[in-house]
Each structure stands twice: as structure tokens, then as C-alpha cells.
């Protein structure tokens, strides 16, 4: 079973700063990886997938890709209170994801 | 699009009683996952279905767990002989196709409290 790794936080950063999330893998055969976004008491919404090597961005929101070395990052620019959540890395095996136990994400005022 | 769609929201039982969750997908939507989150963990995967069929079950799933899903659309979970273990948020999710180019959308789950 592939297992996918994340700091369980919570991570603190300054309102306008810039959050760095990140998660590792296991296994070095995978190839599509996504983030979720996760309020408390809220479902999972999806934010970004990623499936080659390097950077992906999506307005204030960048995933960075490095198989290589095995990890997958989430970075969120101009930090907002609104970006408190939960961040939850999440790899494909076959036709399934599998979720990392996610990391708190603070930003305060 | 309605989006994902689950029922009840909350499900407050005693040790030992069956429950049934349903879940409605949307629209068109052929593949229909089920996920188990508990505090402070991320969704761990249960089974999934591509139409009808359900095609692969997790070792988490015990045999007091069965899902359906009848002719492709709605899904049902249920779980007999309920454990405090059960405790959790059930989370139900689909995709239009496989999950390569197709986003995983979750519905707002149920919670199931064991007392």
C-alpha cells in the first residue's frame, strides 16, 4: 500500500506571507499526485494536481513536483485567515487516492 | 451540477444496531468512492464503484461492512453490528471518468457517532 507522509502541524505563518505545505511518498512508480483543502467539520475541495516533474500554478497557489527526491509541495502566496484549513496531499494508486493525514495550516492577522 | 450528496448528515447509534448511509453522486458521474476519516487523519479509502460494479474493497472493510450500488446510481453503506470503532465521518466522493483526468468531488459526509 502506498503511503503518502505530511507534518501534522499546525503550521503558523503571518497574514501575506508565504506558506510552504509539504508531503513525501513512498512509492517511487507514482505519478499523479493532488491537493485538498479541508475546513473544520467541511469536506475535502480540491485546489491542484500535478503529474510531471516541476512547478504547476493556479493563481496564489503553486505545486512543486520533485520525483526524484520523492516529495510534493503546496505553495500559497499572499497567505490569507481564509487559507486556515487543513491541506491534505494525496496520491493516485491505480484508480484510488491515497491521502496523507494532512497539515493544519494558521494564518494570522 | 448539485453536487455530492449524503444522507443522513449525523447518525447517532447504540452498539450493536445496523446503520445505512446513501449517497448520491453526480450527475453522470460513473465512478462513486467511499472514504472513512477520523479525527485529526485523512480520509482513508473503503471501496469504489465504476457504474455497478464495485471493483476494488479496502483490508479496512471487515465483513460487517457492504456497499451497493444498484444500477449505477446511488450507493448505500451499511454497517452491521455497529463498534464505538465505527465512529467516524463517512465520506462519499465521485468522478466522472478515472481519476487521471477526472477530479475526486466529496460530499459533505456522514457522521456516525457509536455510543
Known amino acids: 500500500q502506498k503511503e503518502v507522509e505530511q507534518n501534522s502541524g499546525p503550521l503558523s505563518v503571518p497574514e501575506g506571507a508565504i506558506a510552504s505545505l509539504n508531503c513525501t511518498y513512498s512509492?517511487?512508480?507514482?505519478?499523479?499526485f493532488f491537493w485538498y483543502r479541508q475546513y473544520s467539520g467541511k469536506s475535502p475541495e480540491l485546489i491542484m494536481f500535478?503529474?510531471?516533474?516541476g512547478d504547476k500554478e493556479d493563481g496564489r497557489f503553486t505545486a512543486q513536483l520533485n520525483k526524484a527526491s520523492q516529495y510534493v509541495s503546496l505553495l500559497i502566496r499572499d497567505s490569507q485567515p481564509s487559507d486556515s484549513a487543513t491541506y491534505l496531499c494525496a496520491v493516485m494508486d491505480t484508480d484510488k487516492l491515497i491521502f496523507g493525514t494532512g497539515t493544519r495550516l494558521q494564518v494570522f492577522p | 451540477d448539485t453536487g455530492v450528496s449524503q444522507n443522513p448528515r449525523h447518525k447517532i447509534t447504540k452498539r450493536g444496531q445496523n446503520v445505512t448511509f446513501r449517497c448520491d453522486p453526480i450527475?453522470?458521474?460513473?465512478?462513486l468512492y467511499w472514504y472513512r476519516q477520523t479525527l485529526g487523519q485523512g480520509p482513508e479509502f473503503l471501496t469504489y464503484?465504476?457504474?455497478?460494479?464495485?471493483?476494488?474493497k479496502s483490508r479496512l472493510l471487515s465483513d460487517r461492512f457492504s456497499a451497493e450500488r444498484p444500477k449505477g446510481s446511488f450507493s448505500t453503506l451499511e454497517i452491521q453490528r455497529t463498534e464505538q470503532g465505527d465512529s467516524a465521518m463517512y465520506l462519499c466522493a465521485s468522478s466522472l471518468r478515472g481519476l487521471g483526468d477526472s477530479p475526486l468531488h466529496f460530499g459533505n459526509g456522514t457522521r456516525l457517532t457509536v455510543t
Open positions: 512509492d517511487r512508480g507514482s505519478q499523479s
Open positions: 464503484f465504476q457504474n455497478e460494479a464495485q471493483l476494488e
Open positions: 500535478i503529474y510531471s516533474n
Open positions: 450527475s453522470e458521474h460513473n465512478r
